[in-house]
């Protein structure tokens, strides 16, 4: 030790002993050195005091220090589910992990408090917070040495709040002196009856519930309001083993607690004899665990909108007071619950008639079977099916033609109707079948379906596969397809825009072009693989389908200008290449809904939205899918001006006229082309059927003003469907479905052209004008109404008109002739004067 050190040290102990030696010299420390001396009882209580000092300081080092404040409670906000709506305002599912309905102290019938006050705290109403009888049986308990289970009891309401809100369920000695500090604390900061709510809205009582309730719903059926005594005692035994009594094998158990309960609210006060007794002649009359009965139609639906709200929100309760499972939120969607049933019903069965005769698809998945685990495996692969009677079970074995599948529920059964390719691990789907189950044939094939309102971008369905039950991906909203002649009606308007016309006539032939030194030529075909020969007019080739048409109005147009056309209706963007023009790139089957939805109103197209706005837990809006504000709508008394109009919201990404021409012509689809399936629903349709090389995809898109839709079927893994495979008889009857399910939600009402639209009647084969006939109902009219832009209307012909026609043709030949014999005789004869061809025909 250093000189430096040992002085220090020195000084230390030098001033302090000059300290106690000033102490002692003082005349109260005299005073105490003679008493502490002299009187042993002086001494105790000195060491006493002592004692308790330092057990207050071992007392706030571990419990004090870390205690939450109580005044949390008064801005406490528990956990609430997010609940949905659909377009109606009915409730059509919730976002919940834990089962939790807030209700008011007002609101909780007073028979429940009293059979919970009996049960836990019939000493609630006078205690401070802590009763000191109970916690000192509760601590003898904790300390008995021959004790085999937790100790209990001793727990006041007011503890049981503090230990479910504040502190945790941690189970020691510590945590019970937090309780009594705490208990003590939120006696001074809430009234009784708001500790008595947050207690019977917070408690745990099993089946996944958080209060009461919750709780009523889960084992009842019933909200507290119409709970009987027997229940709302049963409901009040269910703090001390909530897991226990609400099982069938401790049903007894249960019933004698219950009797317990019911007999504590007589000697109480709280009920006579009499009511206890015929409550106690009651069965528990619990129902089987169940979980919300929502329509599962709405599946794919709820999960983008679940998607949609965590990126806004987040998920849990930490990520913000909003979060999806614990912000309470309360969700108005634009779902449409009829549509969406129509929408999968279509959907199911066009995939189930497709893939029928095909042999069985495969497995829904795989998984271990262990004799001990298999259910757990099974639980865990989340798969369920809730088409007709079907249940999703794995097959434990297989011998020859004997098989046996389990469920979740641990059930197992024998299994009929075996593929031959079925193992043991198989997770399949089946059906009762007699005695036993038989295997059903989930579709290998899938497929998507959106509908949506044109006049809003509300999405009004999406069904996103054959069940949600068998995975979350959505092929509505997710899956990336190539829209094969679908992307047609887009590539007409962009030929509309630059000067063509639906009379306007296009060679369907050959086409070829060079695409450079690395790619070479490209030649392009017509699905049928050869051309028809001849001229048409555009409205035949997009009736019909005609790819060469296709790609020749695109060169002629511009393929920029296409490429530039699908971006602004949102279908993609892709590089300016013919082949895009016939639907060679991808896309969803919402975007080309949204895209079909503008051509219905008029080139004006809205962002889709699923969701139209979302409240928080007190019912304050706090986002909209509509932005707009009208700042004078609300104004005390009218200034005289013009009412205040909202402005438009949707933009115009195509020329009005445009879009009624292509929507005219798409009728025609309807009417005499590729999607004639739908023409027998005698409504105001449109729309355009679409099959892409494999064919991998069919599809079909369009609808009427109210109600625009799209659907597709394919493989996830794009594979041939087969050669027969089109549109038109696949995709269009599932959309024919989707419209007869929902047939009071559609209506004849023609389609209304914009300003500048001329009607005009033409021969529907070769586009002329025509003056004599008129248009009939007959789909295969040789004169149709056609509509043209203004300045592009067709030239009128008359009787003259052809007169001159005829009269020009018969001069050319006269003169090809006189050419003729001219060159016959140059050989033979002098030189004579030449006359031109021009000079020859001066009138007419």
């Known amino acids: 030790?250093?000189?430096?050190?040992?002085?220090?040290?020195?000084?230390?102990?030098?001033?302090?002993?000059?300290?106690?030696?000033?102490?002692?010299?003082?005349?109260?420390?005299?005073?105490?050195?003679?008493?502490?001396?002299?009187?042993?009882?002086?001494?105790?209580?000195?060491?006493?005091?002592?004692?308790?000092?330092?057990?207050?300081?071992?007392?706030?080092?571990?419990?004090?220090?870390?205690?939450?404040?109580?005044?949390?409670?008064?801005?406490?906000?528990?956990?609430?589910?997010?609940?949905?709506?659909?377009?109606?305002?009915?409730?059509?599912?919730?976002?919940?992990?834990?089962?939790?309905?807030?209700?008011?102290?007002?609101?909780?019938?007073?028979?429940?408090?009293?059979?919970?006050?009996?049960?836990?705290?019939?000493?609630?109403?006078?205690?401070?917070?802590?009763?000191?009888?109970?916690?000192?049986?509760?601590?003898?308990?904790?300390a008995n040495p021959l004790r085999t289970r937790r100790a209990v009891g001793g727990s006041t309401i007011t503890q049981q709040v503090a230990k479910n809100i504040l502190i945790g369920d941690e189970y020691s000695?510590?945590?019970?002196?937090?309780?009594?500090?705490?208990?003590?604390?939120?006696?001074?900061?809430?009234?009784?009856?708001?500790?008595?709510?947050?207690?019977?809205?917070?408690?745990?009582?099993?089946?996944?519930?958080?209060?009461?309730?919750?709780?009523?719903?889960?084992?009842?059926?019933?909200?507290?309001?119409?709970?009987?005594?027997?229940?709302?005692?049963?409901?009040?035994?269910?703090?001390?083993?909530?897991?226990?009594?609400?099982?069938?094998?401790?049903?007894?158990?249960?019933?004698?607690?219950?009797?317990?309960?019911?007999?504590?609210?007589?000697?109480?006060?709280?009920a006579t004899p009499a009511q206890a007794a015929e409550a106690k002649a009651q069965p528990l009359g619990l129902i089987a665990r169940r979980s919300e009965s929502f329509d599962p139609s709405v599946g794919y639906f709820v999960e983008d909108v679940?998607?949609?709200?965590?990126?806004?929100?987040?998920?849990?309760?930490?990520?913000?007071?909003?979060?999806?499972?614990?912000?309470?939120?309360?969700?108005?969607?634009?779902?449409d619950p009829q549509l969406q049933k129509a929408a999968q019903d279509a959907l199911r069965t066009g995939l189930l008639r497709y893939q029928a005769g095909r042999g069985w698809g495969g497995p829904i998945a795989k998984i271990k079977v262990d004799p001990d685990g298999w259910q757990t495996e099974l639980i865990a692969a989340g798969k369920s099916v809730t088409f007709q009677n079907w249940r999703v079970g794995v097959v434990l074995s297989r011998s020859g033609n004997q098989a046996t599948i389990g469920f979740t529920d641990g059930s197992k059964a024998p299994l009929v109707a075996l593929p031959d390719s079925l193992r043991a691990g198989d997770v399949i789907a089946a059906a009762p079948n007699g005695n036993a189950w038989a295997v059903k044939?989930?579709?290998?094939?899938?497929?998507?379906?959106?509908?949506?309102?044109?006049?809003?971008?509300?999405?009004?369905?999406?069904?996103?596969?054959?069940?949600?039950?068998l995975g979350s991906f959505n092929r509505a909203t997710q899956a990336q397809r190539q829209p094969g002649s679908t992307i047609k009606p887009f590539v007409y308007a962009t030929g509309l825009d630059n000067g063509m016309t639906p009379a306007t006539e296009v060679l369907d032939g050959q086409f070829c072009v060079y695409q450079g030194a690395q790619?070479?030529?490209?030649?392009?075909?017509?699905?049928?693989?050869?051309?028809?020969?001849?001229?048409?007019?555009?409205?035949?080739?997009?009736?019909?389908?005609?790819?060469?048409?296709?790609?020749?109005?695109?060169?002629?147009?511009?393929?920029?200008?296409?490429?530039?056309?699908?971006?602004?209706?949102?279908?993609?963007?892709?590089?300016?290449?013919?082949?895009?023009?016939?639907?060679?790139?991808?896309?969803?089957?919402?975007?080309?809904?949204?895209?079909?939805?503008?051509?219905?109103?008029?080139?004006?197209?809205?962002?889709?939205?699923?969701?139209?706005?979302?409240?928080?837990?007190?019912?304050?809006?706090?986002?909209?899918?509509?932005?707009?504000?009208?700042?004078?709508?609300?104004?005390?008394?009218?200034?005289?001006?013009?009412?205040?109009?909202?402005?438009?919201?949707g933009k115009q990404v195509m020329d009005p006229r445009t879009a009624f021409q292509v929507i005219h012509m798409l009728e025609g689809v309807v009417t005499r082309g590729t999607a004639t399936v739908l023409r027998d629903l005698n409504l105001s349709l449109f729309g355009k059927t679409g099959t892409t090389t494999g064919p991998t995809n069919v599809w079909f898109a369009g609808g009427s003003q109210d109600i625009v839709g799209a659907v597709y079927l394919g493989y996830d893994q794009p594979r041939s469907l087969g050669g027969y495979?089109?549109?038109?008889?696949?995709?269009?009857?599932?959309?024919?479905?989707?419209?007869?399910?929902?047939?009071?939600?559609?209506?004849?009402?023609?389609?209304?052209?914009?300003?500048?639209?001329?009607?005009?009647?033409?021969?529907?084969?070769?586009?002329?004008?025509?003056?004599?006939?008129?248009?009939?109902?007959?789909?295969?009219s040789s004169i149709i109404w056609e509509a043209f832009k203004a300045d592009s209307e067709v030239q009128r012909t008359t009787r003259q008109d052809d007169l001159a026609k005829q009269r020009d043709a018969l001069i050319a030949q006269i003169r090809r002739g006189s050419q003729a014999r001219l060159t016959e005789t140059e050989s033979s004869e002098p030189a004579a004067p030449q006359i031109t061809a021009d000079s020859a025909v001066t009138i007419q």
């Not at 019909?544 to 048409?549: A, C, I, K, P, Y």
């Open 1 to 142: 030790m250093s000189e430096q050190t040992e002085s220090i040290h020195l000084r230390i102990r030098r001033e302090a002993g000059g300290l106690l030696t000033r102490l002692k010299e003082h005349q109260a420390g005299q005073w105490f050195m003679a008493n502490w001396q002299s009187s042993r009882r002086f001494r105790q209580v000195g060491y006493g005091l002592a004692a308790l000092v330092v057990l207050y300081m071992l007392l706030w080092v571990s419990v004090l220090r870390s205690l939450p404040s109580a005044d949390r409670l008064l801005s406490y906000q528990p956990p609430l589910p997010t609940m949905v709506r659909g377009v109606n305002g009915e409730i059509v599912y919730s976002y919940a992990r834990e089962r939790r309905v807030q209700l008011r102290f007002v609101d909780l019938p007073k028979p429940l408090i009293n059979a919970y006050l009996s049960a836990e705290d019939k000493t609630f109403w006078s205690h401070g917070g802590v009763d000191i009888t109970g916690t000192l049986g509760a601590v003898i308990d904790y």
């Open 725 to 780: 495979a089109q549109g038109g008889s696949i995709a269009a009857p599932m959309f024919k479905q989707f419209i007869q399910e929902s047939r009071s939600r559609w209506f004849d009402r023609p389609f209304v052209a914009p300003a500048n639209i001329h009607w005009v009647k033409i021969d529907r084969v070769s586009g002329s004008k025509v003056f004599a006939g008129s248009p009939t109902d007959d789909p295969k």
């Open 519 to 649: 790619l070479g030529q490209k030649c392009f075909r017509n699905f049928d693989m050869r051309g028809a020969g001849g001229t048409h007019t555009m409205r035949w080739g997009l009736e019909q389908s005609r790819n060469l048409m296709t790609v020749r109005i695109a060169n002629d147009a511009g393929m920029d200008n296409v490429s530039r056309q699908i971006d602004r209706v949102g279908i993609g963007k892709y590089p300016p290449y013919l082949s895009f023009a016939l639907g060679a790139g991808e896309t969803t089957v919402l975007k080309m809904a949204n895209a079909y939805a503008a051509l219905a109103n008029n080139g004006v197209q809205y962002t889709p939205t699923l969701i139209d706005f979302v409240q928080d837990r007190n019912g304050k809006v706090i986002w909209r899918s509509d932005t707009r504000r009208c700042e004078k709508c609300r104004m005390a008394e009218w200034d005289g001006k013009p009412m205040p109009r909202l402005a438009k919201r």
């Open 441 to 469: 044939n989930v579709p290998a094939v899938s497929g998507g379906f959106v509908a949506i309102d044109p006049n809003s971008g509300r999405v009004l369905a999406v069904q996103g596969g054959f069940d949600a039950g």
């Open 173 to 270: 000695i510590t945590r019970k002196f937090k309780e009594m500090i705490l208990a003590r604390r939120i006696e001074g900061v809430l009234e009784k009856e708001q500790i008595l709510e947050l207690y019977l809205n917070e408690i745990p009582l099993g089946r996944q519930s958080f209060g009461v309730q919750a709780a009523a719903r889960a084992y009842f059926g019933k909200d507290v309001g119409d709970l009987k005594l027997h229940e709302a005692a049963f409901l009040a035994i269910l703090p001390k083993a909530p897991e226990r009594y609400g099982r069938e094998k401790y049903q007894q158990m249960a019933i004698n607690r219950r009797n317990y309960v019911l007999d504590q609210m007589v000697s109480n006060g709280w």
């Open 306 to 335: 679940r998607r949609e709200l965590i990126d806004k929100y987040g998920e849990q309760s930490k990520d913000g007071p909003n979060s999806i499972y614990g912000g309470g939120l309360w969700v108005r969607t634009s779902l």
